[in-house]
């Protein structure tokens, strides 16, 4: 595998996604000249990731339903109704936050498990379950708020719009963010090193020392980077509450899709599932729990949203399943299934969100943003499509192939053969 | 016309980036003959053919397609039909939703404006499908008919393109016997009235009843043109095929049978879909340790279905029954369940039902037993990477690395893949469905002596095979399988194709031994 095949994940990563983070580099190269460094200024950074981070935690969980090879549009509509039973139970029933939260997940878990059952046990395709759910939990929403607007207390808000507190001298950045920042590039550099020694212990092939210290250094790089942006933010600001909740959940979805055995059933269930039944893997189940899930997620989604708003209103949620579809499909999923990557999809997320910021930054009109955006979904897959009908892993692909092993040169030029080609070429 | 060949293919290259798929091929067909082109999976017999009709246009190739003394250069699959080309592939390329009559006037529809005159196309769709033997009514959805009569439809869509040069590619691989042998004398029929015929086939047999000359490639290049009639025998072909000759086709095995191990009694199975038709009907067999059994039977004899119902109950609706493993009598109503008990089955199916085609090697080695390389479901991935390189080694899989993708292995080396997968999970009976399906014969060699090794250790096997030959090369006892019964069970040592064929042709039961 070539380095940044390993950087992202392996599997189902594809030059798409490469050419994503040329993609994301290149949107915040863009903004931040175009708005004269506000881009890339660490409020705005801050309020990108309380505004957005609805997107990662929604793409998390629907690059699995599209590996699975579903689709689900009620996202939106399941937020919604998630967050106007919390608002409800803690305005109209006087719980406290924490129990308001917990009834969140709980009712995001029924809300899944409802959905699960008729995609996985009565069959339905998820597209049209999940349409009905769009209506149903939409109205739900508004039947409960009443079709207005119900506020939650302040203690509650924290999750969607607070920080975490700060401590310590007055370096002139927040402490707390420092700390993370720290321990984060020491949990890369433990990992790396780990992984060296225990492949080297198995007599694995161990990957070039080089490519070792420029992958950690990249992700270091960005961390430091990361830890620079919030900890340099206005006084009393420093790393968001939710930029930690979509910071676990990733790697924690990360680590679900890549090394555990669910994870790869849900591969081979979007890959070819007739071959995965007959592997022992049961559908039913991998559908149910992959359905499951997202309403789950949605919940997170939704009550997050709702800290950071201030409120539930009856149009929360609005359109968030496109922007989510969109963020797995930039990020280089496949429609028919069986590929894709956490990696990708947040990279896919970040695209959009930064996206919609840095319109937003330049005062571009609501209606152009949302053809903007369009446009780039459009070109996104279309040019991932392309590439693959070309048989080249892409544009970009190609560019980045002195990086890679020959062995895997010699793979990328034996693409242009299809898969029903008998006159395949002999490997060397 | 004083050039008695049709078509000349002259030095033909044709490179793919980095690879050379062929090279200075030449390729002579003679007006009215039948042409057989052979070679092994990935020796460029497809490419060539691929050029010769316009899928790769031309500019694309160097060299000088020459089509009744004139030089072609087809851009495209229309070009060449409107020459009189035209070619059948592999996987049919017709519409299950739409009749007979529809698909074939797809694209050539009788007509005029754009608006179809159904009465004449109608008529004429009767006239083409009495030409090729089919007696179906022209309104029958293509999704009705069976493989062999889907072949035929293909052919009297050729004939109404007033085909020249027909093209077959591995034209029999899915069909049995009767429905080969119905095809081959259509061919043959098609001969006689002027149309030349190109057939690409692993049936060497085949090629050897109807074919007039045979040109063999190998690695991208011209071998020989061998003339049949002048006396030419399947070691022939193969030894031109191979560049050796294979002094056995089936590897030396001095077998060491053991007790019975694997029993199923009385078992009955009905269709998925029709309540009326049984697949299975009480049928009762047994395997012991050590002991290859092979079952005969014609395509849509309930091989398939027998295996799969066996197997977790994949396929049919299970009426009644047991399944008897080390004397214990095992339910195996799940594929988990079959697997936990030991059991294995290698489809027929490799590419739609024994390998996710987006996985690599690795990934594929170890998809049917993750639970042995994982701890409280996470995957080890170095030990994962460890499996799939032993068996890569074991079973001298031809691959670069394991993070290949499997796609893009040849057909032999899916089938070591799909093999390895399976013997990861250690089963002790492995249900082999047509193991050797599209496989070249160098790689079939190499399976078969996979297949004797695991026997070898102790295991029982099941080999359903359509081949005859490899069924008596391989098993040590012969069941034979006819409309969803057993009707036959023999020795291999006292079987022959002719009594094979008797018993997977009628109900009636040659003295059961």
Known sequence: MNPLRQLFGGRGANAGQYGMIIALVAIVVVFEFWTGGLTLNPTNVINVFQQYSYILILALGMVMVIIAGHIDLSVGSVAAFVGIIVAQAMAAWHWSWWAAIVLGLVVGALVGAWQGFWVAFVRVPAFIVTLAGQLIFRGANQLIGNSTSVPVPNAYQFIGSGFIHDFGPNTGYSNGTLLLGLVTVAALIWIEARGRARRRKMKAEVIPLWVSIVRTGILVAITLFGTYLFGAGQAGTSVPVVAIIAGVLTIVYGFLTRNTIFGRQVYAVGGNAHAAALSGVDIRRVNFFVMANMSVLAAVAGMVYVGYAGASGPADGTGWELDAIAAVFVGGAAVSGGVGTVAGSIVGALVMALLANGLQLVGADTNVQMMIRGIVLLLAVAFDVYSKTQGRPSLIGNMLKPFQRQKDEAAAVQQPQSIDDQSKVSLP | ?513
Request: proline share 3%.
């Open chain 2, 1 to 513: 016309m004083s050039n008695p060949n049709i078509l000349e293919m002259r030095s033909i290259t044709k490179e793919f980036p980095g690879v050379k798929a062929l090279s200075n091929v030449t390729l002579t067909v003679k007006t009215g003959e039948i042409h057989a082109i052979c070679g092994e999976n990935g020796a460029g017999k497809s490419t060539l053919m691929k050029v010769l009709s316009g899928v790769y246009p031309h500019g694309t190739y160097t060299g000088d397609i020459v089509f009744e003394d004139e030089v072609m250069r087809f851009g495209s699959i229309k070009q060449s039909e409107e020459a009189g080309i035209v070619i059948i592939h592999q996987e049919l390329a017709l519409i299950p939703e739409l009749s007979i009559t529809e698909n074939l006037f797809l694209g050539n529809e009788i007509g005029r404006r754009g608006v179809i005159d159904w009465t004449t196309a109608q008529l004429r769709a009767r006239e083409l499908l009495d030409r090729v033997g089919l007696t179906d009514d022209p309104d029958t959805q293509i999704k009705n008919l069976g493989v062999g009569k889907q072949q035929l439809v293909e052919i009297a869509k050729a004939l109404h393109k007033n085909v020249k040069l027909l093209i077959l590619d591995e034209p029999t691989a899915a069909l049995n016997e009767t429905d080969s042998q119905h095809l081959l004398g259509l061919i043959v029929g098609l001969k006689e009235r002027g149309v030349t015929s190109i057939i690409i086939s692993h049936k060497l047999n085949e090629i050897e009843q109807i074919a007039d000359d045979i040109t063999i490639i190998r690695d991208g290049r011209t071998i020989e043109t061998l003339d049949v009639h002048q006396g030419v025998d399947e070691n022939r072909i193969i030894r031109g095929m191979v560049g050796r000759s294979l002094e056995s086709r089936f590897p030396d095995r001095t077998p060491h049978i053991g007790d019975v191990f694997f029993e199923v009694r009385d078992w009955t199975v009905q269709h998925p879909l029709d309540s009326s038709r049984l697949v299975c009907k009480n049928e009762n067999f047994t395997v012991r340790r050590g002991e290859i059994v092979g079952f005969a039977g014609l395509m849509g004899a309930g091989r398939t279905e027998l295996a799969m119902s066996i197997f977790g109950r994949s396929y049919g609706t299970y009426l009644s029954g047991q399944i008897v493993k080390d004397g214990r009598e095992i339910k195996l109503a799940t594929v988990r369940q079959a697997i936990d008990n030991g059991l294995a089955y290698v489809s027929e199916d490799r590419k739609q039902l024994g390998l996710n085609l987006l996985d690599s090697v690795k990934r594929s080695t170890v998809a049917a037993d993750l639970q042995r390389i994982s701890r409280g479901g996470v995957v080890d991935a170095l030990q994962e990477y460890a499996v799939a390189e032993e068996y890569r080694l074991k079973l001298r899989t031809k691959v670069p690395d394991v993070e290949y993708g499997v796609s893009k292995l040849s057909g032999g080396n899916q089938q070591k893949v799909v093999l390895s997968k399976w013997m990861f999970t250690d089963p002790d009976l492995l249900i082999l469905d047509e193991p050797t399906r599209g496989i070249d014969v160098g790689a079939k060699f190499e399976i078969y002596r996979i297949i004797q090794d695991l026997a070898q250790q102790g295991k029982g096997v099941i080999l359903i095979s359509s081949e005859l030959p490899e069924l008596l090369g391989l098993s040590d006892r012969i069941y034979t399988i006819f409309e969803g019964a057993i009707t036959n069970e023999l020795p291999a040592s006292q079987a022959d194709p002719e009594t094979l064929m008797r018993s997977m042709t009628s109900a009636k039961k040659d003295a059961l031994i």
